[in-house]
Nanobody, 116 residues
Framework: QLQLVESGGGAVQAWGSLRLSCAGT??????YAWFRQAPGKEREFVAR????????YYADSVKGRFTISRDNAKNTVYLQMNSLKPEDTAVYYC???????????WGQGTQVTVSS
């Protein structure tokens, strides 16, 4: 059974940076992703990383500002968030699975708050 634990959230001013971590315990999966959910809104995709190091995908809203990466030796996935905007405020969730459409495991979420 895989468990995912997110960390690194917090409060930051606009244009600041944060790095989220998602540590997996137990088995590993090929695909990891970050999603977020703002108050009153549906959960939305942020970024995804697959087996090949260069195989990453981003939502248009974060492209050029966020970077997803993984350390397979540590079974950890990161989300480097730069140039943060107030609209990035949300609870960020890490997810993992055998394919992008099969993300069976989810973390508990970490809050990111960006003030203007």
């Amino acid at each position: 059974q895989l468990q995912l634990v997110e960390s690194g959230g917090g409060a930051v001013q606009a244009w600041g940076s944060l790095r989220l971590s998602c540590a997996g315990t137990g088995r590993t999966f090929s695909t990891y992703a970050w999603f977020r959910q703002a108050p009153g809104k549906e959960r939305e995709f942020v970024a995804r990383i697959s087996p090949n190091v260069g195989d990453t995908y981003y939502a248009d809203s974060v492209k050029g500002r966020f970077t997803i990466s993984r350390d397979n030796a540590k079974n950890t996935v990161y989300l480097q968030m730069n140039s943060l905007k107030p609209e990035d405020t949300a609870v960020y969730y890490c997810a993992a699975g055998i394919a992008p459409s099969l993300l069976q495991y989810w973390g508990q979420g970490t809050q990111v708050t960006v003030s203007s």
